[in-house]
DNA sequence: TTTAATTTGTTCAAAAATAATCAAAATAAA
DNA sequence: TTTATTTTGATTATTTTTGAACAAATTAAA
């Protein structure tokens, strides 16, 4: 009985019943329950399971498409600490904007209740927030249905029409020598959204910090606050800067 | 029964019922009282229910997400004869625009596999054809939740930046004195569309010919031609006015 | 108003689940 | 074969979750 294959299991088990659990899978299977835990935890990892205290749950109930999901479900519960303490930063009244990562996607769940104006090109944070108390604009422009957002220079210029107090952002890196972009288009948008805002903080789970990735695109100094979990020496780098690091 | 469990059969009290006791789902779930509080409390930090003495509530009261459904499954036979009349006059490389009625959206699953250019206002839309041959752009703006679409004069200017060789779009009536809008953001952008369209399409079953209501916002000869399943003597009338009009 | 009943938060303890450490077993590589 | 690497399991310490008891706060009743 190897990874692979109770991996194979688990993940029946899930499709059919929706959850597992640690004990029951261990008792099954014939093995340890640590044997289990770290195979629920890779699987976590790779965002295949949601894991839950005693076992695991499917990684979405209610579909919403894709890709995007399974990216959006890795390193989950640091991305929900992150928007859990981004939330915080949100008043009534509040003019915001969001980027289309995973992780400010996941900040959708903690908004919901409050009334605020969001400015986004990311279609799954409309989908999320649509019958919610939060008013919608929706970024103008070219779709593009891997990111499952709207970008370009049409959707650049919609951004500078507006004025936002926030804007949440995600980067595909940052590191003592500035912003990083998987992207031209994603670069581009996240300094439209950095310059039509009072404020901007960027959400960013350990895996980003120190990464240095495609693109280079801007200075720290475009971003005001770091909202991360990392622990990492660079964080002290940043503060230094004048960069203000709020640590969950 | 961990958390996230409970967190969800909670959620689902409170779509179907609208509130929650703090005894009595203690006594469903068989757990202790104040366990539920402890979740309660979570997730109103989240924002995700109004927390009560010996209860929660809902979050927003007012809830509309299936009213485009249930709007789009009306009279869906003759809808679909339209909208697959509507399909055979698209042609590869054609760049349209499509509204955001009940009659419009379905004709996105006879679109699917051409390689067109649609541009809309509905979300809906973009959500059925975002993994299709069909390249989309979505027009930017203030989100209308019930109409799931985006209205308003940012949505009219992002429109007349764009020429299209077709417009599909539906109306609320359409009479020999014009025709008429629910409201006065929907009767605008049905204007922004058909001026920066080439040749314009109205698809409508036979539940709006004749029907005036609301707001009369346009001539016929806004529209170029009429795809219909009615068989009404006004047909002969906008025929004798220069619409085509494609019987189905 | 005052009083009673209910709901809530706090503190603490028990139980369950988990992570960390290290050793044994299985597997792969040389 | 031997050696290295990976996987697994046992043990222990730590963390998380849960419930009970009781005082404080809130609501309802008199």
């Known amino acids: 009985m190897n990874f692979q294959k109770r991996k194979q299991i688990i993940l029946d088990k899930l499709n059919t019943v929706g959850e597992v659990d640690v004990k029951l899978i261990a008792a099954e299977l014939d093995i340890s329950e640590i044997t289990i835990r770290r195979d629920l935890n890779q699987m976590a990892g790779d965002g295949l399971l949601y894991r839950t205290h005693g076992g695991a749950m499917k990684v979405n109930p209610f579909e919403v498409p894709h890709e995007f999901v399974n990216k959006a479900a890795k390193n989950v519960e640091a991305k929900d600490k992150i928007c859990r ?3 915080e930063q949100i008043n009534h009244g509040d003019i915001i904007f969001m980027d289309c990562g995973s992780t400010v996607f996941r900040l959708c769940q903690f908004i919901k209740g409050k009334k605020i104006k969001v ?6 944070v409309v989908y999320e927030l649509q019958n919610s ?3 919608l604009n929706i970024i103008g422009g070219e779709f593009n249905a891997e990111r499952q957002a709207v970008h370009g ?27 990083f972009a998987n992207s031209e288009l994603e670069a581009e948008i996240t300094q439209a959204f950095a310059s039509h805002s009072a404020k901007t ?20 100094n475009l971003i005001n606050s770091i909202i991360t979990n990392s622990k990492s020496d660079e964080l002290a780098f940043f503060r230094k800067k004048g960069v203000e690091v709020i640590d969950v």
């Open 133 to 135: 108390l939060v008013s």
């Open 201 to 220: 903080y960027l959400l960013c789970d350990d895996s980003k910090i120190g990464k240095e990735s495609y693109l280079r695109f801007g200075e720290l």
């Open 119 to 124: 400015i986004t090109n990311s279609i799954p």
């Open 85 to 87: 303490a981004a939330a």
């Open 153 to 179: 220079s049409i959707a650049n210029e919609h951004i500078a029409r507006y004025k936002a107090n926030k804007a949440f952002l995600g980067v595909d890196g940052i590191s003592r020598n500035g912003l």
